[in-house]
């Protein structure tokens, strides 16, 4: 069964504006990471969230962990078109599941 | 960073003929390495788990003689597409981890699968 519920499917933008896509999970995580594949590509790992209530951030993309480890947000501020891609979470539990992933797409 | 190498990158072949796809860790010793599947516009299926020296573990509904899995070395994983139908046609990825609970996965390019 799916292990981790990610939304939105699809999120369409105008450059300038924000995105976030969320990650929810029924059980307690010890970990979550989120990836990033561009079309046509293999996914890349961003980064990895281990602790309640993590907050990370790399230039404007700000990630969060939950207080009860069972949900992440991804959070990309001021998009540009660089942004555009697909974006996954990913739990381990023994082995990685990954989300639906939310597609992104940035109108110039 | 961690390089993962993936080849080929696209095969095309008539059904019936068998397929392998190599995964290599170039720079370092990848315990563990996955496989998976990703149709179009949908995400990454995890088709099985391997350990080096060990039998891979397949997720279920995932045949393990038609995707015959073989991880040789700490560099070094294969999937062998048995036999091959058009609906075998995808998106195969792999993935290597190193040692390490929290250790991320470092992916290959994929290899775009179509049989005729």
């Known amino acids: 069964g799916q292990q981790v519920m990610q939304i939105p499917q699809y999120q369409h933008v105008q450059e300038g504006e924000d995105f976030t896509t969320y990650c929810n999970s029924s059980t307690t995580l010890s970990n979550i990471q989120w990836y990033k594949q561009r079309p046509g590509g293999h996914p890349v790992f961003l980064i990895q969230l281990v602790k309640s209530g993590e907050v990370k951030k790399q230039k404007r993309l700000t990630f969060q962990f939950g207080e009860a480890k069972k949900n992440s947000s991804l959070h990309i501020t001021a998009t540009q078109t660089t942004d555009v891609g697909t974006y996954f979470c990913?739990?381990?539990?023994?082995?990685?599941?990954f989300g639906s992933g939310t597609k992104l797409n940035v109108k110039p | 960073g961690a390089v993962v190498s993936q080849h080929p990158s696209r095969v095309i072949c008539k059904s019936g003929t068998s397929v392998k796809i190599e995964c290599r860790s170039l720079?370092?010793?990848?315990?563990?390495m996955f496989w998976y599947r990703q149709f179009p516009k949908q995400s990454l299926m995890l088709m099985a788990t391997?350990?080096?020296?060990?039998?891979?573990?397949?997720e279920q509904g995932v045949e393990k003689d038609k995707f015959l899995i073989n991880h040789a070395s700490l560099t070094l994983s294969t999937l062998t597409v048995t036999s091959a139908h058009p609906e075998d046609s995808s998106f195969y990825i792999c993935?290597?981890?190193?040692?390490?609970?929290?250790?991320?996965?470092?992916f290959g390019d994929g290899t775009r699968l179509s049989i005729l």
């Open positions: 990913a739990v381990n539990f023994n082995k990685f599941y």
């Open positions: 720079d370092f010793q990848a315990t563990t």
């Open positions: 391997s350990n080096e020296g060990s039998k891979a573990t397949y």
């Open positions: 993935s290597a981890k190193g040692q390490g609970l929290n250790q991320p996965q470092h």
